[in-house]
């Protein structure tokens, strides 16, 4: 391996190991502060999701949260426990159910979801805009390689 392979290397190795750096510790900060309401990140996850969207099948719950349809279906089955969510009938086909946020779901959804703004603003406020643009577009730039590459292998295989 030549000098400059293993620089590129070692180069790729700590972006990777400070992007998982930064995702564990907003996903620990973001667990804390949930735990105080009985309530996982997956959870709150359904919650936006339903206050985004209105009622929504979980199939297209789980699609729009990339997990398994039992895991969605576990995640219902929870929500709808603690009365955060509520199964409806689909008005438009009878056949098929809908969640459906309750006003309590609603409730917890918009202030947890304003409590995590305010966390967010703290955090980013030492950063200049111009760092969180660079910061923003660099993170989606990098999803999207990382999809790219993805459907890339799908392809081949």
Do not use: C, W
Request: aromatic letters at 4%.
């Amino acid at each position: 391996m030549t000098k400059q392979t293993e620089q590129l290397e070692q180069q790729s190795n700590e972006t990777y190991n400070a992007v998982i750096a930064a995702y564990k510790a907003l996903k620990s900060s973001i667990a804390q502060e949930l735990s105080s309401e009985d309530i996982t990140p997956s959870q709150l996850g359904v919650l936006k999701v339903l206050a985004k969207h209105g009622a929504m099948p979980l199939n297209k719950i789980s699609h729009e949260m990339l997990v398994t349809r039992p895991n969605m279906t576990g995640l219902a089955d929870r929500l709808e426990s603690k009365h955060l969510v509520k199964r409806e009938t689909n008005k438009n086909d009878r056949r098929a159910t809908v969640m459906v946020l309750t006003a309590q779901g609603k409730r917890l959804q918009e202030d947890l979801s304003k409590r995590y703004n305010e966390f967010m603003n703290e955090v980013l406020s030492e950063f200049t805009q111009s760092e969180q643009a660079t910061l923003r577009n660099l993170l989606l730039k990098l999803e999207r390689e990382i999809l790219r590459r993805n459907e890339t292998r799908k392809e081949l295989s």
